[in-house]
């Protein structure tokens, strides 16, 4: 490695994987349940009461983890059991601070972390204790490493409306202590954006964020719903190009997109390798494009993986990969100032 450059040896322009690891990184788009540590879910499988384990065919350690290639409703079934090993204020505390830990230690130095807090209610806790018990991991990682942080509450698109409407006054509840966003997230095949326009509306009127998963495992229309109901992020829209006109309002109104590399090949049903993800159509479109994890767990990924498969397979140089990182700081939902220091961060790298 040639001191200094941020370039490998001989290579005039695409980056190698040290360097990649060594950038300051993002995170907008990870589930919190689908992000823990092998060994926390092993150690809270086994503290879990036996009432409380879902029934599973192997090893819990196996059963986490989704066939791949795998259709988006059977990627889910996963977050059966790290769902159930999340029902208590010290596991979603735990959770969220290892989250953090793992990806400060590989230099992202923003993440975004989402999950659906009225999943977590099994075992007596309250939507707020949920909220806090998680926001509390996420603080002290603020305090203690180097990374900041914020907060994305879903509903489940797949639920009553009722529910959707609940998590978005929490999200309002508590914008400005650390949730800076709500999301609609679940299986998408039948189940449109369009009825938890209550909800959308909801968390816009207390000032919160919407991004909403859209074109993920199917259905390019739900990408154009998301922007009718204002999503200022896409999640996923891996879909995007097979409606040209609503690629073509992304695309005009620069809207980000949330892609996680590793879990659209597992799931999309038309990639047979990652040198068939549009995202790079996306980039020469000049879309804002973002890379992120979803879930480390269930695709065994890392955010250093994530972004040096995409400089790798497309081979991406210094210019392309400041473009994604830069579009990562402008996309996020963090406070001005937060982004223009996120900002500062990857031009002083680059």
Not at 105 to 122: G, K, Q, T
Not at 201 to 226: R, W, Y
Request: charged share 25%; net charge negative.
């Amino acid at each position: 490695m040639s001191a200094g450059t941020g370039y490998d040896q001989g290579m005039d322009r695409v980056l190698g994987r040290e360097t990649v690891a060594r950038l300051p990184k993002f995170d907008l788009h990870v589930h919190l349940d689908g992000s823990l540590r092998p060994g926390t879910v092993r150690e809270l499988w086994d503290a879990l009461p036996m009432r409380h384990r879902p029934r599973i065919a192997t090893e819990v350690e196996v059963a986490v983890l989704p066939p791949v290639p795998c259709p988006l409703e059977e990627y889910l079934e996963a977050f059966r059991i790290t769902v159930a090993l999340l029902q208590t204020a010290k596991a979603l505390e735990r959770a969220a601070w290892e989250l953090c830990e793992d990806a400060a230690s590989e230099n992202v130095i923003y993440i975004e972390i989402r999950f659906a807090p009225l999943l977590h209610l099994r075992r007596g806790l309250s939507p707020s204790a949920v909220v806090e018990a998680v926001l509390a991991g996420m603080r002290r990682a603020e305090t203690e490493l180097r990374i900041s942080t914020g907060l994305i509450l879903c509903a489940m698109r797949n639920e009553p409306t009722e529910r959707s409407a609940k998590v978005a006054r929490l999200a309002g509840r508590y914008h400005d202590q650390g949730v800076v966003g709500f999301d609609l997230a679940g299986p998408e095949r039948g189940f449109p954006l369009l009825p938890h326009a209550e909800a959308i509306h909801l968390a816009q009127e207390a000032g919160v964020h919407v991004t909403l998963h859209a074109g993920e495992g199917c259905c390019p229309e739900h990408i154009g719903e998301a922007l009718d109901l204002g999503a200022e992020r896409i999640g996923h829209g891996v879909y995007l190009f097979q409606d040209p006109a609503v690629e073509e309002r992304v695309r005009a109104g620069r809207i980000p997109l949330e892609t996680c590399p590793t879990s659209n090949l597992q799931i999309s049903g038309f990639m047979h390798s990652l040198s068939d993800h549009p995202l790079q159509r996306y980039l020469e479109l000049g879309i804002p494009v973002t890379v992120n994890t979803d879930n480390r767990l269930m695709s065994q990924t890392s955010a250093t993986e994530e972004l040096w498969r995409v400089v790798d397979t497309f081979g991406l140089g210094r210019d392309e990969v400041r473009a994604l990182l830069i579009a990562s700081a402008a996309a996020s939902f963090a406070p001005s100032g937060v982004k223009d220091a996120l900002r500062a961060e990857v031009e002083a790298a680059l």
